[in-house]
């Protein structure tokens, strides 16, 4: 069973653009605004689509931009966070799948099947959009990502403690308070060699998340609804940190979950692992993604 620490640490983890917004299907409302960034390379270029996790924002992938520049990207402010409108609505996975799917219906290339790259919260986005969309998913990357893995027998002592312990969590989030709930949860989440620029970015913008957004989005995050086991069967990356409290046998509960799975575990990196050691992580990537379109 993934140990309630990991889950606990990770549940609230220039060049020219064409930068625009892009209207959200109505899934998630006409009204809502969803900014993102596009850096157009070519119509044939595959397109990978940058998503970010709780309280943060796409200036997260800043290593990213030029590492990749032979591919179409695409970087979005989830609805809630960044740029993007933040509405009273239900901060529900589907929620945050859907404004995606109407950034990437309203591109101005060709997108065809794209390659997901979420980051904590966005993993789990990235996951419910392959099982609302899957014929849109080439290949998901999955960076120190949040699961919420109930153990199997809910009559047990294990599964009250766990779900009394992320229910527990999750509410911490809905209060006056909030900014300082951010604020100590950031501070979570460094590494024991975490630069202190990472840590800024950090502390510079996810207590500036809404307790609407936070509390939703964290309710809505545990709902024992998203985790019923499911498997991805996409070409998947999985990168994570022991820093973050994973359980001794998380690489064999990441197999369960996805069918074609390349795993690497650092051992004491922060929780943004694309920014503390970008340089690795987008090498990782590249060898990642030749190897995808080698396969075609």
Same mark, same amino acid.
């Given at each position: 069973?993934?140990?309630?620490?990991?889950?606990?640490?990770?549940?609230?983890?220039?060049?020219?653009?064409?930068? +625009?917004?892009?209207?959200?299907?109505?899934?998630?409302?006409?009204? %809502?605004? =969803?900014?993102?960034?596009?850096?157009?390379?070519?119509? %044939?270029?595959?397109?990978?689509?940058?998503?970010?996790?709780?309280?943060? %924002?796409?200036?997260?992938?800043?290593?990213?931009?030029?590492?990749?520049?032979?591919?179409?990207?695409?970087?979005?402010?989830?609805?809630?966070?960044?740029?993007?409108? #933040?509405?009273? /609505?239900?901060?529900?996975?589907?929620?945050?799948?859907?404004?995606? +799917?109407? /950034?990437?219906?309203?591109?101005?290339?060709?997108?065809? #099947?794209?390659?997901?790259?979420?980051?904590?919260?966005?993993?789990?986005?990235?996951?419910?959009? =392959?099982?609302?969309?899957?014929?849109?998913?080439?290949?998901?990357?999955?960076?120190?990502?949040?699961?919420?893995?109930?153990?199997? %027998?809910?009559?047990?002592?294990?599964?009250?403690?766990?779900?009394?312990?992320?229910?527990?969590?999750?509410?911490?989030?809905?209060?006056?308070?909030?900014?300082? /709930?951010?604020?100590?949860?950031?501070?979570?989440?460094?590494?024991?060699?975490?630069?202190?620029?990472?840590?800024?970015?950090?502390?510079?913008?996810?207590?500036?998340?809404?307790? +609407?957004?936070?509390?939703?989005?964290?309710?809505?995050?545990?709902?024992?609804?998203?985790?019923?086991?499911? /498997?991805?069967?996409?070409?998947?990356?999985?990168?994570?940190?022991?820093?973050?409290?994973?359980?001794?046998?998380?690489?064999?509960?990441? $197999?369960?979950?996805?069918?074609?799975?390349?795993?690497?575990?650092?051992?004491?990196?922060?929780?943004?692992?694309?920014? $503390?050691?970008? $340089?690795?992580?987008?090498?990782?990537?590249?060898?990642?993604?030749?190897?995808?379109?080698?396969?075609?």
């Amino acid at each position: 069973m993934k140990s309630i620490k990991n889950t606990l640490l990770l549940l609230a983890a220039t060049l020219v653009w064409a930068c +625009h917004p892009a209207k959200t299907t109505n899934e998630a409302t006409n009204a %809502d605004f =969803v900014y993102h960034e596009e850096q157009v390379c070519g119509k %044939d270029a595959p397109t990978i689509v940058f998503i970010h996790g709780l309280g943060c %924002d796409l200036n997260t992938w800043k290593y990213q931009r030029e590492a990749f520049k032979d591919y179409n990207l695409v970087f979005v402010d989830l609805p809630g966070f960044g740029q993007s409108a #933040k509405p009273e /609505v239900d901060y529900t996975l589907d929620y945050y799948a859907s404004a995606i +799917h109407g /950034v990437l219906a309203g591109l101005s290339w060709e997108a065809g #099947k794209v390659i997901l790259v979420g980051h904590s919260l966005g993993s789990a986005i990235c996951r419910q959009y =392959v099982f609302n969309y899957p014929d849109e998913v080439a290949a998901l990357v999955d960076i120190d990502g949040v699961y919420c893995l109930y153990p199997q %027998d809910t009559t047990s002592c294990d599964y009250a403690d766990y779900t009394a312990a992320v229910e527990g969590f999750s509410s911490s989030f809905d209060t006056d308070s909030i900014r300082a /709930v951010f604020q100590g949860f950031v501070s979570s989440l460094a590494g024991p060699e975490t630069p202190q620029e990472v840590n800024d970015y950090a502390m510079s913008v996810m207590p500036n998340t809404s307790r +609407h957004v936070a509390a939703s989005t964290m309710k809505n995050l545990i709902n024992k609804e998203n985790w019923t086991g499911a /498997v991805i069967n996409r070409p998947s990356l999985i990168i994570c940190t022991q820093n973050s409290g994973l359980a001794p046998d998380n690489r064999q509960q990441m $197999e369960a979950l996805y069918s074609c799975l390349q795993y690497e575990e650092l051992l004491t990196c922060g929780h943004f692992i694309h920014m $503390e050691r970008a $340089e690795w992580f987008n090498e990782i990537l590249h060898q990642f993604l030749i190897r995808l379109q080698n396969e075609r």
